[in-house]
């Protein structure tokens, strides 16, 4: 099972990744990857360097795990899970045929509601005529600062279900968000050693908006060296607002 607040479990049949903008420089997925490499786990061996930083950041190298492709089918009990959390499926060293593959699996397992969060939502909307896209298959993108507020126009055109936005790490405000044709928007700060803080009027904003465009928000944490001191409280009340899924409901 997953700690990750607004899942249950994730699935990770890709590995490996490239830096994509500002809001890869503290990735915690590279860091993540180097310690199960040291642990001992293949899937994850060689995929990360030191930076001039000395930062853990992906290399480039991406590999798909073909015997990870079954593991949905093997959970009986209905599961949010995010694909992916350790990689990008959309990168463009994962083959077409290996994407179909994934969302052959998704199609499948009804139960589940699969998660997919790309920061490439333009190779999502290039390859969507090629996918199948099941209710139950939610499509976001990660935007961190104002600069990359554009990833949201390629998402809006592709045929989800449910459309979502992951404002994570938050390290601007974002005067440019157009939240048309998105069902659900998540918020968090990022955390860890040299976090970069995340201005309470940002947030504000956002959920504002949420608010007044009827679109649910879920807000994950404030983040910090000590995310957990810092907890995930806005104004007196926690945010765990997900998106509406009548087809999925138990």
């Known amino acids: 099972m997953s700690t990750i607040e607004w899942t249950d479990s994730t699935w990770n049949p890709v590995t490996g990744c490239t830096r994509a903008s500002s809001g890869c420089d503290n990735c915690y997925a590279a860091t993540m990857s180097w310690r199960l490499e040291n642990m001992g786990q293949a899937k994850y061996e060689g ?87 099941t209710d139950n298959i939610l499509m976001g993108t990660s935007i961190e600062n104002d600069h990359v507020c554009s990833r949201v126009e390629p998402l809006r055109e592709i045929p989800a279900k449910v459309r979502f936005l992951s404002l994570e790490p938050l390290i601007g405000p974002l005067p440019s968000l157009d939240l048309s044709g998105i069902h659900w928007v998540i918020v968090g700060g990022e955390s860890g050693p040299k976090s970069r803080p995340m201005n309470p009027v940002w947030v504000r904003d956002i959920r504002d908006q949420c608010v007044a465009a009827g679109v649910s928000f879920f807000f994950k944490q404030w983040g910090g060296v000590n995310k957990k001191a810092a907890g995930r409280v806005l104004d007196g009340q926690i945010w765990d607002q997900m998106p509406e899924m009548e087809i999925l409901k138990e």
């Open 47 to 133: 995929l990360t360097v030191l930076n001039k930083s000395g930062k853990r950041q992906f290399n480039g190298v991406v590999r798909c795990h073909e015997n990870t492709l079954d593991i949905p089918r093997r959970w009986r009990k209905s599961r949010w899970v995010f694909v992916n959390s350790m990689s990008d499926l959309f990168h463009r060293d994962v083959p077409v045929e290996f994407i179909q593959r994934v969302f052959a699996v998704m199609n499948d397992c009804s139960q589940h509601r699969f998660q997919i969060l790309t920061k490439r939502p333009e190779r999502a909307l290039e390859l969507a005529t090629k996918l199948h896209w």
